[in-house]
């Protein structure tokens, strides 16, 4: 239900102008494809998935399958969930502890998504540590110790300034030694250098491996659904910096842009693996796509 509120405004803005546009037509013309093309351009589907669709209608009008405009609605309904599918994997369950990396720029709601993420497994029955692993940012670090206080979780922070690779080795370290299941990692997000970036990660990456056996098993980008194609080009620059393996796509809820999520699959190709839909502790979903197309269509 969460979901189906968050995805409203997407609803109302992209799905509900799709259907207005098309069903203007009595047949299809170059001028729909135009308006359509339009529409899903607004709705920051991205170019190239807005081509992927319009190409798939094409190929509808040709076998007949379309006649009139209000055909294309079930057909775009189509294409949108199988590109929601894509890649659409499990989160991978393992033995032992896990390290979760969580990057993205300042702002996108990292040290948030910690906390939730903290509280989702905590809820799941598994112990869980949080890394302030921002060190730039003395608020990053206070903000992430009121949630793990909230959520009763233990968390490792060094001084204003200290090296994140040091945290990160202690709090792995620890990690290990209390048999913690989830590390949950928050990361700098300042984005001056992408050399920077990468070379901070790394090293961070480099320390986590060395106390835990194939830390980080997971690197995931946090995404600001609300500033639409600049979470493109965050996605693509992330992706050319770390090995990520998800997304999380978060302030779904009050943006008519949630058609973002189709861009950043694509760009990405890694899945989208959880949603953010609220401030609260409780609003992150994991993604499913089957339950994502529900929202935007029933
Ligand atoms: P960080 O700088 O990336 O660590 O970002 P924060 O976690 O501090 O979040 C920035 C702001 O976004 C805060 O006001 C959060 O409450 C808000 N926020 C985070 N996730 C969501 C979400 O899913 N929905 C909404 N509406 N707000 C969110």
Redesign the pocket.
Known sequence: AKLKKGLEKTKTSLIQNIETVVCGYAKIDDDMYEDLEAVLLTGDVGLETTEYILQQIRTGVKTKEIQEGKDVVPYVQRCITKLLEENDTPVPTREGTEVIFIV??????????IGKLANYYRQQGKSVLVAAGDTFRAA?SE?LTIWADRIGVPIIKHQEGADAAAVIFDATASAKARGIDIVLV?TA?RLHTKANLMEELRKMARVAGRNIAGAPHETLL?LDATTGQNAVSQAKLFGETVPLTGVVL?????TAKGGIILSVKRTLGVPVRWV????GIE??QPFSAVDFAAALFD
């Not at 978060?250 to 009050?254: A, F, I, S």
């Open positions: 993205g720029v300042n702002g996108v709601g990292k040290t948030t998504t990053a903000q928050d997000g946090v978060t302030k779904l809820d009050g953010g839909v609220g401030e609003d992150l």
